[in-house]
C-alpha cells in the first residue's frame, strides 16, 4: 500500500477510534467519595456543598459514604425532610457493606436531585448532610436531513411533436386538376382570326339565299 493510500486512510480509522473511546467513556460508571478523604464525617476539610459542586454525577455512578461502624449512618430523605433535619421517615436506610469498617455505598439510578442527611439528627443540624444532582441522560441527535429542491417539470424541454405519425399518402388521381387547368390563355392573333373566318362564313350564307330566291 503507498503511502498517500496510508493517510488517505488515517481520518476514517481516527474518527472510529475517538467514537469507540467516546461510547466506553460514556458508559463507565465512576465511584465518589462523599466529603473526599475525610470521608462522611461531621466536619470535613471541604465542605459537602463545596465537593458536590465540582464534581459532575451522571446515571450509574456511586456515592460512598465512609463513616466509623456503628456510630454513623446515612439517610436518603425528602427535600423537606432534608431542610428541617427529618431522620424518622427516611425514603432509604444505607447499610453498611458487609465486610467494611462503615461504608456504604450508593447508586445514583436516576437524573435529578438526591439529598442525604446523617442518621444523627444533631449532626445533621451541624451540617453533615448533602445533596446532589444527576446530569440528563444525553440522547444522541439526528442531524436534519438536508432540504429537497423541488424537482424541476422537466430537465430538457420537450419535443415538438411530428406533423404526422405517417406519411401522408398521395393525392389520388380523379382528385388532380385537369390537364389544361394550367394551359395558356389564347392569343390576340388567334382570336381574330376566329372572328374573320365567322363573317366570312355568314356572307357566303346571305348570298346562297339570295340564289336561291331568283331562281
Not at 470521608?39 to 458536590?52: I, K, M, Q, R
Not at 428541617?84 to 427516611?90: A, D, E, L, S, Y
Request: with cysteine; glycine share 6%; proline share 10%.
Amino acid at each position: 500500500m503507498g503511502a498517500s493510500q496510508v493517510w488517505s486512510s488515517a481520518p476514517a480509522w481516527l474518527v472510529i477510534v475517538v467514537g469507540f473511546a467516546a461510547v466506553v467513556c460514556s458508559s463507565e460508571a465512576h465511584a465518589f467519595y462523599a466529603g473526599g478523604r475525610d470521608g462522611w464525617v461531621l466536619d470535613p476539610t471541604e465542605s459537602y456543598n463545596h465537593w458536590a459542586g465540582r464534581n459532575r454525577f451522571q446515571v450509574n455512578d456511586a456515592i460512598v459514604f465512609t463513616h466509623e461502624k456503628g456510630v454513623d449512618s446515612v439517610l436518603q430523605v425528602t427535600e423537606q425532610d432534608f431542610d428541617t433535619c427529618n431522620t424518622r421517615n427516611p425514603v432509604r436506610r444505607l447499610q453498611a457493606d458487609v465486610g467494611s469498617s462503615g461504608s456504604s455505598v450508593f447508586r445514583l439510578d436516576r437524573s435529578g436531585p438526591f439529598f442525604f442527611i446523617s442518621s444523627d439528627e444533631d449532626r445533621c443540624q451541624k451540617g453533615q448532610k448533602l445533596y446532589i444532582i444527576v446530569m440528563a441522560v444525553r440522547q444522541p441527535t439526528t442531524p436534519p436531513a438536508p432540504a429537497v429542491a423541488p424537482a424541476p417539470d422537466s430537465a430538457f424541454p420537450p419535443a415538438p411533436a411530428p406533423e404526422s405519425a405517417f406519411p401522408l399518402a398521395p393525392s389520388p388521381v380523379w382528385a388532380s386538376a385537369p390537364e389544361n387547368a394550367h394551359a395558356p390563355p389564347p392569343t390576340a392573333g388567334a382570336s381574330r382570326l376566329v372572328i374573320d373566318e365567322a363573317i366570312i362564313g355568314s356572307v357566303v350564307g346571305v348570298i346562297g339565299a339570295l340564289v336561291l330566291c331568283a331562281v
